[in-house]
C-alpha cells in the first residue's frame, strides 16, 4: 500500500538509483510491515532548477545528493514506526547507495483503507460489497 | 476539486493516453460527482526504469499498461462512492483505451473545503471573509 | 515543513519560473509562518497534452499560463490562514511574475508533525526517542 515517489538530481547512476529505490522498500517493509511485494514507486530526476532545496535548514548540510522520498501509506503507524522508518531509510542509503543521512528528506501523506485499489476496479483493503454509489 | 496525476509507460499514443484521462475523469463525475469542468490532470509518461511495480501482488498479474493513478479530492465521499470511483474507472479504461482491469491502480488522498483556492487568490469553496491572517 | 510542487506548461523563462517559486514561498513564510530556510519545491514543466485543465471552471477564465500550485504542509493552520496563503500567492505572482489571478490554482495535503524527517533518520519536529519499532 505505500506508494512512494523519489525525487533526486540527475547525474546519479542507474545502479545508484535502484539502490535508493531498494533501501527505501527495505525501510517500508522493515518499519511499517509492508508486505514485500507491495512495491509501487516512481522515480524523479530533476534539473537543479526544478529541485530547490535549502543548503542548511534546521542546521543539516544537504548537498546536490539530496534525495527527497515521498511516501503515501495508510495512517494506521504510530509514531515510533515513522521514526524508524526514517532511521532506517537513511541507514539503507548511506550503506547501500552512498547517499550521507544529511541529503535524505522524507515526508509521509497518510490515507486510509479504503482508499486503495490495486487493480481489478476493487477497493483491495475493505470488505468488497458489490453496491454501486 | 479532484486533482488528478496519472502516470504511464511512455509508449501510449495520444489517442490512447487521452482516453484514459476522459475515463478517470468520467468516473469522478459519476461516481464523487465532480462537476464537468471541474477537470484537472496530470500525464506523466515514464521510463521503465523509473516506474517500479509489483507484477502481482495481491495476486493481480500487472504489466508495463499499467496505469497509476493518483486522485485528491474532498474527504466527504464514503467507503461506496470510492468502490464505485474504481469500478467506474476500470470499465471505462477497458472499455475506451483498451486497459486491462488488472493494470489500474488507484490511490486517494483526502483534503477538505479550505484545501483549494481555483483561481483569484480565493479559497473556492469556503464563505469569502475579507479577514487577513 | 512545507514541500511545494509547482507544474507549469513549457515556455515560461527561468527568470519567470524563479519569480514564481520565490513568491510562493514568500507567501508561505507570510501567511504560514514557515521559515524563510524552509523551502524545498519541485517545478515540473509540462507539456500541454500532460496538463489539461478546464478553461472556466468556476466561471474563472484560465490560460495557457496556469500555474498549479500543490502544497503539502502542517495541519495546523486554520482556514484564515489558508484563505491569507491563497491571497498572498496570487498578490507575488501577479506583481512579481506577470501571472494572472486567474491562472493561480493552489491546492493544499496537510499532515502531521511526525510526518516529516529533514535528514540524518530523525522525526524533525517531534522529541526524538532511540526507541526502535
Not at 510491515?33 to 535549502?54: H, N, S, V
Not at 545528493?65 to 542509503?93: P, S
Amino acid at each position: 500500500m505505500p506508494f512512494t515517489r523519489i525525487s533526486i538530481l540527475k547525474g546519479k547512476s542507474p545502479d545508484q538509483i535502484r539502490a535508493i529505490a531498494d533501501g527505501v522498500h527495505h525501510a517500508l517493509v522493515e518499519a511499517f510491515k509492508a508486505p514485500l511485494k507491495d512495491r509501487f514507486q516512481i522515480i524523479e530526476q530533476r534539473t537543479a532548477e526544478t529541485l530547490i532545496y535549502d543548503k542548511d535548514y534546521l542546521g543539516i548540510e544537504r548537498t546536490d545528493d539530496l534525495v527527497v522520498v515521498h511516501i503515501t501509506a495508510g495512517r494506521w503507524r504510530d509514531t515510533a514506526q515513522k521514526q524508524a522508518l526514517y532511521r532506517i531509510i537513511c541507514e539503507r542509503l548511506s550503506v547501500d547507495a552512498q547517499v550521507r543521512p544529511e541529503d535524505v528528506l522524507v515526508y509521509l501523506t497518510l490515507n486510509d483503507k479504503d482508499d486503495w485499489s490495486f487493480g481489478n476496479g476493487i477497493a483491495s483493503y475493505v470488505p468488497n460489497d458489490a453496491s454501486p454509489s
